[in-house]
């Protein structure tokens, strides 16, 4: 879920973190105020970590 702009301040957000599973974008980081979003979880992607787990034990 990308966000446009940042909640504090209204400025441009970059990607701080990407999903290890998809590779999309899921924090944002706002280079003017600091502010970081909390870290989106695809549903989908934490299932699959979570069954690569299981497969692996």
């Known amino acids: 879920m990308k966000e446009d702009s940042c909640r504090r301040c209204g ?30 979880i695809h549903l989908e992607c934490m299932m699959t970590k979570i069954s690569h787990k299981s497969v692996a034990n």
């Open 11 to 40: 400025n441009g957000l970059e990607v701080n973190k990407k999903c290890d599973i998809c590779n999309k974008e899921n924090q944002f980081y706002c280079h003017e105020c600091g502010y970081v979003t909390e870290e989106q």
